[in-house]
Each structure stands twice: as structure tokens, then as C-alpha cells.
């Protein structure tokens, strides 16, 4: 067990609908990182924040938005669903914003759009 | 650009044989390297990294990794393989000149160890 919760497990919605993914970083950690997994583009890195502050950006569609909250819990909104946006999305998390720092997954979360 | 390459989708090899999964990477500046496990149905794992210094990288479960700046790789080995050990590998990469936080991972390389 890695310390990172991640809610729901699964979630199973309709095209054109909006979901919200829930993370709660290990205790102490203020980065968290979002991932998408899916069989056709592999592991994808969405975004990065730092103690409530975006630090980074990757192939993050522009429906999708982040946040990280003052407790350090960040969620991720994705809207206007499509079927390809069915993935595997996990968060990570780390101490630290260092480079250099192993990050600590959680166990995804597995979205399915019908 | 940062890009990571696993050649092999598909790695199979007999139990208590010696294993190698392999990685290579392009960076731009000096590369941190990173080698994760995911077992079916859960989040990554970390095993080892390579920030500086030896090439031999030890890491958890008594794998190690070699970095090679020649030949731009960093290879996952294991002397001894386990059933325990099949799992999805993936190999990651930090550009260091890069001023922001972004790990590429490789596509993942299946190890299936028969007993």
C-alpha cells in the first residue's frame, strides 16, 4: 500500500457527461501528479501541482481540468466525455517538487464511458 | 524531446533463469532513470533509480539496473528469476535540464516468468 487513496475504484458513465476523480496524497506529500493509462497510448502524464499551485503540464486535453485543494487532496474533471476517454487514471504523489524523487501511485481509477 | 523506448512488448523466461528488460532513452541533457512494476490490477511500484554516481543500480525485490550513457540504456536485471516477479515493467525518464516536473514513461514490458 502505497499511502495514495484514490476514489472512486470504477466509474461507469454515458458520453457527454462530466466525472470527478478523487486523490489524496501520501501524509506530508505536496506534489500530486495525474496519469492516464490506456492500451493504445500507454502511460501519459496529465499534470502536476505543487502545494495548490499547477507546475506542470503534459497531454492534458482542455476537457479535462485539475486542482489541488489547501488539504493537499487534488481532483481531476473530465466533461463532455467521449469513449476514448475510457483509461485507467491514476494519481502519484511525492514529498517534494524535486526532480530527482521517486513518486508513489495509487491504485487508479478505472473509467469506462458507454 | 524526452523519449523513452522498451523494444520488447513480451518478455518471457523460464523461473530461476537471470532476466533483462530493456530501456533506452533520449534526452537532451543528463537523464534521471526510473524503473516501476504494476501488477495486474494496481498502481505502479517503484523498484530503482538512477540520479549519479555507480551504473549498478540495486533496487527492491533484489533487482538492478545498469546505466550506460554510451549506449543511452538502462537495462532491469534480475539473477534469479520468480513467478512473483511477472508483472508490467515500466521504464521512466527525467530530463534534468528541464526546469519542470515531467516523467516520460516507455510503453511497459510484460515479464511472464514459467514455472
Known amino acids: 500500500d502505497s499511502g495514495v487513496t484514490q476514489t472512486p475504484k470504477h466509474l461507469i458513465t454515458a458520453t457527454g457527461q462530466r466525472v470527478t476523480l478523487r486523490c489524496s496524497p501520501r501524509?506530508?506529500?505536496?506534489?500530486v501528479y495525474w496519469y492516464q493509462q490506456s492500451l493504445d497510448q500507454g502511460l501519459q502524464f496529465l499534470i502536476h501541482?505543487?502545494?495548490?499551485?499547477?507546475?506542470a503540464k503534459g497531454n492534458i486535453l482542455e476537457r479535462f481540468s485539475a486542482q489541488q485543494f489547501p488539504d493537499l487532496h487534488s481532483e481531476l474533471n473530465l466533461s463532455s466525455l467521449e469513449l476514448g476517454d475510457s483509461a485507467l487514471y491514476f494519481c502519484?504523489?511525492?514529498?517534494?517538487?524535486?526532480?530527482?524523487?521517486?513518486?508513489?501511485f495509487g491504485p487508479g481509477t478505472r473509467l469506462t464511458v458507454l | 524531446a524526452q523519449s523513452v523506448a522498451q523494444p520488447e512488448d513480451q518478455v518471457n523466461v523460464a523461473e530461476g533463469n537471470p532476466l533483462t528488460v530493456k530501456c533506452t532513452y533520449s534526452?537532451?541533457?543528463?537523464?534521471?532513470l526510473f524503473w516501476y512494476v504494476q501488477y495486474p490490477n494496481r498502481g505502479l511500484q517503484f523498484l530503482l533509480k538512477?540520479?549519479?554516481?555507480?551504473?549498478l543500480v540495486k533496487g527492491s525485490y533484489g533487482f538492478e539496473a545498469e546505466f550506460n550513457k554510451s549506449q543511452t540504456s538502462f537495462h532491469l536485471k534480475k539473477p534469479s528469476a520468480l513467478v512473483s516477479d511477472s508483472a508490467l515493467y515500466f521504464c521512466?525518464?527525467?530530463?534534468?535540464?528541464?526546469?519542470?516536473?515531467?516523467?516520460?514513461f516507455g510503453p511497459g514490458t510484460s515479464l511472464s516468468v514459467i514455472p
Open positions: 502519484a504523489s511525492k514529498m517534494g517538487g524535486d526532480l530527482y524523487n521517486e513518486q508513489f
Open positions: 501524509s506530508g506529500d505536496l506534489s
Open positions: 501541482y505543487y502545494n495548490g499551485e499547477e507546475r
Open positions: 534526452v537532451s541533457g543528463n537523464p534521471y
Open positions: 538512477y540520479i549519479t554516481g555507480d551504473n
Open positions: 521512466a525518464v527525467r530530463d534534468i535540464k528541464t526546469s519542470y516536473d515531467k516523467v516520460i
